[in-house]
């Protein structure tokens, strides 16, 4: 079975410039976060959507925001880039919602921004 | 205070020893405590998942969680150079997300 996978593996942007990163969950699965991971760091969470609907969202600018699809992908975005938004940007997927029990989210490889 | 707080390492240690990898975390109230495995530009993979306290088992890895401290563990027997990565505790906070430490990162020496 295919895991978690994005697109694309690697993206470099100008300050200003506008991105979009997508995430294909695993088959099954209904629910999608967003993590921000800067070099040396762990991964800071963004977003949660799960049946098309936002369920959660950390603490990030207005620049961020997303939306899954009626087939459970995701795309996150990103306007107006920062040097600071260069990071690897993950996805993770679960089948339920992550609410007052832990649900195990399966992460995939990522997408590196690098912002110049 | 952060959440949750690892030591950043690196940690070296030659092969066969037995790594141990700490986090603390904040809140007594937090009761699922993960370890993940990060490979260089890859995602991170669940290592093992406990809930509450106590210690659980797998294989060559052992997760230990003490609530009186809020101290969790990771030790590792018979360390391989494959197990070079980066280590990363999480909790789950109820609020839809992991909250992760910065990770530790591994080398296992030949």
């Known amino acids: 079975d295919a895991g978690v996978t994005q697109s694309p593996t690697h993206l470099i942007k100008t300050r200003g410039q506008h991105v979009t990163l997508r995430c294909s969950p695993i088959?099954?699965?209904?629910?999608v976060s967003w993590y921000q991971q800067v070099l040396g760091q762990g991964p800071q969470f963004i977003f949660q959507?799960?049946?098309?609907?936002?369920?959660g969202r950390g603490n990030f600018p207005d620049r961020f925001s997303a939306r899954q699809f009626p087939n459970y992908s995701s795309e996150l975005n990103v306007n107006a880039l920062l040097l600071g938004d260069s990071a690897l940007y993950l996805c993770?997927?679960?089948?339920?919602?992550?609410?007052?029990?832990?649900?195990?989210?399966?992460f995939g490889p990522g997408t590196r921004l690098t912002v110049l | 205070q952060k959440e949750v707080e690892q030591d950043p390492g690196p940690l070296s240690v030659p092969e066969g020893a037995i790594v141990s990898l700490n986090c603390t975390y904040s809140n007594s109230a937090f009761q699922y405590f993960m370890w993940y495995r990060q490979y260089s530009r890859k995602g991170p993979e669940l290592l093992m998942y406990t809930y509450s306290s106590g210690n659980k088992e797998d294989g060559r890895f052992t997760a230990q969680v003490d609530k009186s401290s809020k101290y969790i563990s990771l030790f590792i027997r018979d360390s391989q150079p494959s197990d070079s990565a980066t280590y990363l505790c999480a909790t789950y906070t109820g609020r839809r997300a992991l909250t992760f430490g910065s990770g530790t990162r591994l080398q296992v020496q030949p």
């Open positions: 088959s099954g699965h209904k629910s």
């Open positions: 959507y799960y049946e098309k609907e936002e369920r």
């Open positions: 993770a997927s679960s089948s339920q919602l992550q609410g007052g029990r832990y649900n195990e989210q399966f």
